[in-house]
Each structure stands twice: as structure tokens, then as C-alpha cells.
């Protein structure tokens, strides 16, 4: 039997499924409803700060904390929808723009999406920055607006590749004819200011806004709200969406994580072709994206942190005693079959701790005696996937 014939006919027979969902994007993170429950002040904050721009004054630059999941992003991009429409009904030009730090890592590929974004040809790679930075100023510089800019996740930035863009960006207004630049700056990072040279933080830093975690009941007003839009009626159990609120509130009050819930519980419901998502699909969501999370986290790491949390695994599969010493010992073999630089010890060590703070592991020192005192560590999550993709790493370094 041949493939062709075996899977004739798969998609019509998907497609035949009755959905569950009518608006699966208002589950999405980059979805912004009409209405934000339970951000009433930020909003007006923000507001205000912003207002200015609607009387051609220019507004301050605000700087946005709070935790993963807590409203920064959705706020900053409602407010600034709600700015540009009004904009236009008065007559005032503004514009914003929304720029991804996390993604556009680098002084260049944030100068770069801010040009391309109002209309300057800029390549992907290859001019100075300085160039690229001045083909901004120009296309915004050809008239006279306001121009409000949002550095989302800004800290990332900061720490892969410095604060220089950022100080430009604060001093740009300097340099321009027409136009005006006010930064809206958003980070997961209370202590994010502390990595910045004292100049930029003094103008970076003319207002803030703090974002609070939600509770669960607030997470279940959100959600409530979103799965009006997204599901067909009286398709969800009475206890899923209290279940994905308790579940995300556990999880720092992260709304990211209770839509995620709520929309692959949904997925998994469809997709076995259920006319009901249930506390179970819930469950077994939770699972997923918990795995998915943590091999996300593990694709990330540098190759040294792989070859340390390796050690482990094959330590872990021996019944070994996982300890700093013996991690240690594994990973210096390991390090010189694939001719890698082997790290001290301390180093070592630290690599352990950090993995411990991603909650990978956990570790705790224990005594020796006269021979001293050791990290004893024990796998938080479960190996066999995290081994999979590590060695498809090591095939490459190979």
C-alpha cells in the first residue's frame, strides 16, 4: 500500500470535524480587544502620559514593568491604537510603532525596523548603524508629527547588545526639524534600570508604570470575556475556565498562560473530534505546554549549559548520585570528545545554579564532613525529551 493512497482524502476528513472555535485569534497573544478588564488605571496612566501627542506637545518617555503576562504589551498597544484613531479624527498627526526586542535583538535590526517602518529602504545587514540610524531620522523627519515608539521587552536588548540604542533614541529629538519621538519602554525586569549608563536612565526614566500580577478571579473575567469571541456557544465545561485561571494565577497571575490553556485545551478537544472541552483537555493542555516550555528553554541555552544539564541526564540514567563533583567530572570528558573549552569548576557551578533558578533542577548543599560540602541535585523535569534534543545539538558539534 502506498502512501498516496493510504492518506487520500486526510484534509477533507479533518475538515469534516464540527469546530469548536469561531475566533481562535482572540485567544492569541497579539489579539487587542475593545476592552482590557481589570487595567483600568495603567491605562489612564499611560493615557495621560501620551496625551500630550494629540496637542503637538512632546510626551515624556515612560518606562512599563511588571511580570510575563500581566498586560504591559496589550495596553501599550490599545492605548497607542486609540492615540493614532484619535489622531485622526482631530487632525494631529502621530504615529507608533512596536518593535519586538526579545526578536530584533540588535542596534542595527531595531534602527533597521524602525526606518523600514516609515518607508526607508534599509538592508538587512551591512550598512554602519550610524547610516541606518540617519535613514530614520529622515523618514520621519519630512514632516511635522509626533512619533511614539515601543521598545517591548527593551531589557533584552539592553543585556545582549547595550544601552547605546537606546541613549539615540533619547536624544534624538535634538537632532530633528519637524518631527518628535517619545520611547515607550516595557520590561519583565524591575531591577532593568540598574544595567543602564546613568545618562539614559535619567531620560529614559520620566514616568513609570507598574504592572501587577492578575488573581484568579481576574484571570477568569479575561477569560470569560476572550471565550465569548472565541468559541461557539456552550461548548466549554462549566469548570474550564476556573480551571485554566487557577492553573495561569499559580503561575504568577500570567494571562498569557491562562489564553494558551484555554485555546490548546480547545485544540486538543477539536482535533479528537470532542463537541465539548472538558477539565481533562485542561489537564492535559497544562502538560503540553509545560513540556513545550522547557524544551523552548533548553534550544536556548548555550552549548556549555547543555553539556553540564547532558551530564546530568547520563549521571541520572547510571542511578548515580548527581552531585557538583560528579556533574563536574562527566562534563570534562564530554567537553573533550566534541574538543569544546572546558570551564573551571566555579563555573561549573554557577551554570547548575542558573539552570536551578529556570527550575529545571534543584539543588541543595549538603555536608562531607572533613571532605567539605557539595551540591546535591535532582531533575525537576522529565529527561528523555530534553536528552533528544541535546544530542541533536551534539550531532552538529559533531
Known sequence: MNIRTTFSGIFESILQREP??????????????????????????????????????????????????????????FICRELINTSKKIGVPVNATYVNCEITDTKYRVLAKLAKS????????GWPTDKVYNAFKEAIDNKKRTV?????????????????????????????????????????????TSYLDSRVKSSLGDEEIVFSPYNAKQLEDILRQRAEIAFKESVLEEYVIPLCA?????????????????????????????DRVTEEHVRRANKKIEADNIAQVVRTLPTQSKLVLYSMILLEERDKNITTGEVYELYKKLCKAFSIDILTLRRVSDIISELDILGILSTRVVSKGRYGRTKEIKLEVPSRGIKIIIEDELRLLR
Do not use: W
Not at 494629540?54 to 515612560?62: D, F, H, Q, R, Y
Not at 497571575?253 to 486538543?268: N, Q
Open 118 to 125: 516609515f518607508g526607508a529602504k534599509v538592508p538587512f545587514t
Open 246 to 274: 487557577a492553573f495561569a494565577a499559580r503561575d504568577h497571575g500570567d494571562a498569557r498562560r491562562a489564553l494558551d490553556l484555554l485555546r490548546v485545551a480547545g485544540e486538543l478537544a477539536e482535533r479528537e473530534g470532542s
Open 20 to 77: 469548536l472555535f469561531k475566533n481562535k485569534e482572540a485567544l492569541r497573544h497579539s489579539y487587542t480587544p475593545n476592552e482590557l478588564p481589570h487595567r483600568d488605571k495603567e491605562i489612564r496612566q499611560l493615557a495621560n502620559i501620551l496625551a500630550p501627542a494629540l496637542k503637538g506637545e512632546t510626551p515624556s518617555n515612560v518606562l512599563i514593568y511588571g511580570k510575563s503576562g500581566t498586560g504591559k504589551t496589550i495596553v501599550s498597544r
Open 148 to 192: 511614539v515608539v515601543i521598545l517591548d521587552e527593551i531589557d533584552r536588548l539592553v543585556l545582549k547588545s547595550g544601552d547605546n540604542v537606546i541613549y539615540n533614541l533619547t536624544r534624538i529629538n535634538s537632532e530633528l526639524k519637524n518631527a518628535r519621538v517619545s520611547i515607550v519602554g516595557i520590561s519583565n525586569d524591575l531591577k532593568f
